[in-house]
């Protein structure tokens, strides 16, 4: 997004065959603007906004991996930081969720850069002993390195693996590779 994002344009006429009326359904009624539909309603609180583009896909799976269904508190920080364009929303923003279980979630948006937030994933679940780092063609553990105090075997990583997600189980040692969703 930075450092344009969706530019900055004036109201006008619908595109051909465009239903601006339809499309707005029971929202508030404002004049078309081309950088809001079709694709650019992401970047719209009244629209859906990059948490419900993106949020929804992220915060689905992370649910199905912990077994988790609601949270019983959300806090969020954030503003507008870097791009000038027309969006309402955030360009910057963390958003956390804490489960009935005490799981916390960590949402971010981060138009502002281009890096991603997570080395090679989409989503990370952290715990005392390790990470497991997924996208859509698959997931990784990666071991946490134990602390002063802390001692562990590897099999115990692979067995919080299997115990804590919903996952498949790995065919062999959880650190050396990926493994697809099947």
Known sequence: MYPDGIGKEKPQDPLPGFDWEMWLGRRAW??????????????????????GNWGVHYLDVIRWFTGETAPTAVTAIGGNYEVDHDRDIPDTMTTNFEMPSKFQIEFQINEACHARSIDNGEIELRGSQGRLIADQDGYRVVLARPG?????????IAQWTRCSTNLPPPLDDPCSRRYPFN
């Not at 002063?148 to 099999?155: C, K, N, V």
């Open 148 to 156: 002063q105090f802390q001692t562990w075997e590897p099999a115990a």
């Open 30 to 51: 404002r004049p078309y603007q081309r950088n809001i539909a079709p694709y650019y309603f992401r970047w719209w609180s009244n629209y859906s906004s990059q948490m």
